[in-house]
C-alpha cells in the first residue's frame, strides 16, 4: 500500500558527473512519469513510460537525459554531464491507467544540486 | 502548447480570511486538478473536476470549473495556518502528462 518513493532524496553532483534517479512506482500502476520542478515553479513533463514502453520523451531537455523502465516497474532517470542548469527536483509519479484521465500519484522527488 | 497561468503567484492572509486562486488557459483541457505541495514533497492531489461548469467541495476548498474547461478557481473559506503551501493546478488535454501552472505559495499567518 505504498506511495511512490524516490532515492536518493539528496543528490549533489559536481559538474560534468554522471547522477542516476530511481523511482519505485505504486504496485501495479501502468504509467510512470517524470518531471523536473525548479525551485518556485510547477512541475515540467519529462518523459512517459506505459510498462516498459517510453511512449513520450519529449520534455528531454537534451540527449545527456535518459530514462528507461525495463521490467515495467522501477524506473532510473539517468543524467549525464551533468551541468548547474540541471539543477531542480526531479519528481515521478505514477498512475493506474494509460489514459489522460486517470490520476497521478508523486512521489515526494529528487533534489538534484550541481556544484 | 498548453499553458496554464495562475494568480496570484504569491498570497500572505490571515488566519480566518478566504482567499481564491485562479489558473486561466486558452486550451481547452479534459480534465484538470488542483495539487499541494510542501517544502521537500511531491504535489499531493487534493480534487480532480472534468465536466465544464463542475463544483466540488472538500470542507473548506471549493473548487470550480468553467464551462468551457479553459479555466479553474480555488476557493478557500476561513483559512487555517495548515493551509500554507504551494497550490498547483495542472490540466490534461490530448497527450498523457500534465501541465501545471505556475503555482500560487500561500501564507497564513497567525
Known amino acids: 500500500g505504498a506511495g511512490v518513493s524516490q532515492s536518493p532524496r539528496y543528490k549533489v553532483a559536481k559538474r560534468g558527473q554522471d547522477v542516476a534517479l530511481r523511482c519505485d512506482p505504486i504496485?501495479?500502476?501502468?504509467?510512470l512519469f517524470w518531471y523536473q520542478q525548479a525551485l518556485g515553479q510547477g512541475p515540467e513533463f519529462l518523459t512517459y513510460?506505459?510498462?516498459?514502453?517510453?511512449?513520450?520523451k519529449s520534455g528531454l531537455p537534451s540527449d545527456r537525459f535518459f530514462a528507461e523502465r525495463p521490467e515495467g516497474s522501477v524506473s532510473t532517470l539517468k543524467i549525464q554531464r551533468t551541468q548547474q542548469e540541471d539543477s531542480a527536483v526531479y519528481l515521478c509519479?505514477?498512475?493506474?491507467?494509460?489514459?489522460?484521465?486517470?490520476?497521478?500519484?508523486f512521489g515526494p522527488g529528487t533534489r538534484l544540486t550541481v556544484t | 502548447t498548453q499553458l496554464l497561468e495562475q494568480s496570484p503567484q504569491f498570497l500572505s492572509i490571515q488566519e480566518g480570511e478566504n482567499l481564491t486562486v485562479y489558473c486561466n488557459s486558452s486550451?481547452?483541457?479534459?480534465?484538470l486538478q488542483w495539487y499541494r505541495q510542501e517544502p521537500g514533497e511531491g504535489p499531493v492531489l487534493l480534487v480532480t473536476?472534468?465536466?465544464?461548469?463542475e463544483v466540488k467541495k472538500l470542507k473548506r476548498l471549493t473548487f470550480q470549473f468553467g464551462d468551457a474547461r479553459k479555466d479553474s478557481s480555488l476557493h478557500i473559506t476561513a483559512a487555517q495556518t495548515g493551509d500554507t503551501g504551494l497550490y498547483l493546478c495542472?490540466?490534461?488535454?490530448?497527450?498523457?502528462?500534465?501541465?501545471f501552472g505556475s503555482g500560487t505559495q500561500l501564507t497564513v499567518l497567525p
Open positions: 509519479a505514477s498512475s493506474s491507467g494509460g489514459g489522460a484521465r486517470y490520476e497521478q500519484y
Open positions: 504496485s501495479g500502476h501502468v504509467s
Open positions: 513510460f506505459q510498462n516498459e514502453a517510453q511512449l513520450d
Open positions: 486550451s481547452v483541457f479534459s480534465s
Open positions: 473536476v472534468v465536466t465544464g461548469g
Open positions: 495542472a490540466g490534461s488535454g490530448s497527450a498523457r502528462q500534465l501541465t
